[in-house]
């Protein structure tokens, strides 16, 4: 297939062959001779079947997307994650993240928020000819439309990455155009509004709703969607759709009140429910009970190399995604209350009696890890500027914990490493969801409480007090997104969708620099991680990439402030 990614390629890349490219399991493990011409799919259903679950596959579009194997369905486990655009972590060698930190990404240099609108389309414009030819196969009718059912989700996830990326999306439909079509009708490039957008996405996933199992049967189908990925991901847009960046800055209730009932929902499938250990969650192999859609790595298919490019330096490691003290100040005490630097005990020992999701998310300084301390101390720490590879240590004074496997290879992990699950939607993310709605629909009732609660007994926190209020409330529940979800790449849209990205993305980003003395005690000074961190209104929506504005020939439209 063409490597050629521009919005005139919306509607006119030419599907002439794919690579068959491996999927979550060994089952397309096929070795074609080199590429499979689209006849071939239309005359056999094992090929077409293929060809449909691989558009759970992204492409590799830009430098250092995947390590080993094809990027994910979404992000995930690339070197930079997108967590490094956000108050939870920086990357600590840029990585193209920088630039967004700082408040700079424009249409001509978006950084690695570049790919989002090419890819997407390719994605969708792949969909729709799959979905114009699929009645052409000879196979059963249920078989054909549990495919077609797929299909509606895949095309709904790409419209629901554009909308929470750019806002107004084109909406493609069914067409399936081709490079000697007339490109000059400005309709083509026309621009749906946010709720026209979001009713066409949620209609394209009741669609896959109606025609997706409860479950898949066997391995052979693990990662593929299911009818409770499809109700996880219309409980997310909904919850999107009723947030202020969605509605103008209003609230409705109603809107509040349909996300709740579509994150409802899911829980009354009776499917799903909390992992009891919030750590191994993240790698435990295969499917678990709090996995609703996930991105399954095996061994014949890595990711990236999680231990050596995001672990300490004094480990061999590279530093990576690195969080900030921003994230780590917001962490409970064990009992509940806030960390305060100006309480003299907390201050002198701010690693004690934290939310214990704080240990399974960061390496701190003195943290157990493979046999030895983390040090991040001044002078001699073998995990700080004094120690080995010191272009690799951490500018915040913290390492990332959450996803890495202690039992996986730090030095030469090639080939051993990169097998942890990468989980796009799970039921914590469900119940988070259906607090926050049925809160600004109802205010904190017992469900809101049961919701918050069963997410804070699971981490070994203490239940919320009684007797919040409805804004109360919703602080603690921004708050225990902010910390359940971390690294999960929520923060970027949450912050955006409430409304307060002016707040958060303009503060320094900021890390710790710890002292030993020749005593051994220990001084903690807050320091700035990266220089010039900034954000203005417009960056609430990514702008469109300016090859995308004139492949147009400039009829599609920037978004504002861009231009």
């Known amino acids: ?20 490219t491996s999927c979550q399991k060994d089952y397309l493990e096929i070795t074609p001779t080199d590429r499979v011409s689209d006849a ?17 596959l992204g492409v590799r579009l830009t430098n250092k997307e995947g390590d080993g194997s094809a990027p994910g369905f979404g992000r995930g486990f690339e070197y930079a994650m997108w967590s490094s655009l956000t108050d939870e972590s920086i990357y600590n060698n840029d990585d193209n993240t920088w630039l967004i930190q700082r408040g700079q990404l424009s249409p001509e240099n978006l950084g690695i928020a570049g790919t989002f609108w090419g890819r997407s389309y390719r994605s969708i414009r792949e969909v729709n000819y799959a979905l114009a030819h699929i009645d052409e196969l000879n196979m059963s009718e249920s078989h054909k ?22 806002g107004r999306v084109v909406l493609v439909g069914d067409k399936v155009s081709e490079l000697g079509d007339d490109f000059s009708d400005p309709s083509l490039f026309e621009r749906s509004s946010i709720q026209d957008g979001i009713d066409y996405t949620i209609n394209e996933l009741n669609l896959a709703i109606e025609g997706l199992p409860l479950q898949n049967n066997s391995d052979w189908e693990e990662g593929r969607a299911t009818k409770g990925a499809a109700m996880a991901l219309k409980s997310r847009l909904l919850l999107y759709a009723a947030s202020p960046l969605y509605t103008g800055g209003s609230s409705d209730s109603q809107k509040w009140a349909e996300a709740a009932q579509a994150a409802k929902a899911v829980m009354d499938l009776g499917v799903y429910n909390l992992y009891p250990d919030y750590q191994e969650l993240f790698l435990t192999p295969g ?53 305060n630097w100006s309480d003299p005990e907390e201050a002198s020992n701010p690693y004690e009696n934290r939310d214990p ?26 995990d700080s500027p004094d120690g080995p590879s010191n272009w690799n240590t951490s500018k915040s004074g913290y390492y990332l914990r959450k996803f890495i496997d202690k039992d996986l290879p730090i030095i030469n992990p090639w080939g051993a490493a990169g097998i942890q699950n990468w989980i796009y939607l799970r039921y914590g993310e469900i119940l988070l969801n259906y607090a926050e709605a049925q809160n600004e629909a109802s205010g904190p009732d017992d469900s809101v409480y049961e919701a918050m609660n069963a997410i804070r007994d699971r981490a070994g926190m203490p239940d919320l007090p009684e007797g919040l209020s409805q ?27 409430w409304m307060i990205a002016d707040e958060t993305a303009n503060k320094p980003a900021k890390g710790i620099k710890i002292t030993k003395s020749e005593s051994g005690d220990l001084s903690y000074e807050v320091i700035t991680a990266l220089e010039g961190r900034s954000f203005d209104p417009k960056h609430y929506w990514l702008p469109i990439p300016r090859d995308e504005i004139l492949a147009s020939d400039n009829q599609l439209e920037q978004n504002p402030g861009y231009n």
Do not use: C
């Open 471 to 497: 804004s109360e409330m919703r602080e603690r529940i921004r708050h225990e997104r902010r910390i359940e979800l971390a690294f999960e790449e929520h923060r970027f849209y949450d912050v955006r969708r």
């Open 145 to 166: 439309n549990k495919l077609k059912a797929e299909l509606h989700f895949i095309r709904a996830y790409r419209y629901h990455d554009l909308i929470r990326n750019y």
């Open 287 to 339: 499917s678990n009970s709090e996995i609703i859609f996930a991105r399954y790595y095996n061994l014949n298919q890595l990711h990236t190399h999680l231990e050596i490019a995001n672990g300490p330096n004094g480990y061999g490691g590279w530093g990576g995604n690195v969080p900030l003290q921003n994230l780590v100040d917001d962490y409970e005490m064990a009992d509940g209350t806030e960390f």
């Open 357 to 382: 999701r704080f240990y399974e998310t960061i390496l701190y300084n003195g943290a157990e890890y493979r046999g030895r301390p983390v040090e991040t101390f001044v002078p001699g720490g073998l």
């Open 40 to 56: 071939a799919i239309l005359s056999d259903s094992t090929l077409f079947e293929a060809f449909v679950v691989n558009r759970y």
């Open 1 to 20: 297939m063409k490597n050629i990614f521009n919005t005139k390629l919306i509607y006119a890349v030419i599907f002439g062959s794919i690579f068959l």
